[in-house]
């Protein structure tokens, strides 16, 4: 997975300590789809590993399928992630 992140991101992240989790969520029904969740603390119910980049700790939540890029990007003051430059993986 190649891991892309935009300079504001980077100085969100720093600001706020330096670390980030990154994991993903279904949902189920006729439109299934996986979203990725960011937050600067793990949730309880996971397990991550952690994918060091040259600017900050990035911990990648572990077990299933992952998007050949992995964006991390500043929205309206807000971190999120992107599934091959989507918001969501159909």
């Given amino acids: 997975m190649r891991v892309t992140v935009t300079p504001e991101a980077v100085a969100m992240v720093q600001a706020g300590g330096g670390t980030l989790y990154v994991w993903r969520t279904s949902s ?19 397990t991550f590993t952690l994918a060091a980049l040259d ?12 998007p050949a890029e992995l964006t991390i990007e500043a929205h309206r003051g807000r971190l999120r992630a992107l599934w091959d430059g989507a918001l969501q993986r159909l």
């Fill in 28 to 46: 189920a029904g006729c439109a299934p789809a996986t979203f990725l969740h960011v937050d600067r603390q793990p949730p309880d119910d996971r």
């Fill in 55 to 66: 600017d900050f700790a990035l911990h990648v939540a572990d077990g299933g399928a992952w």
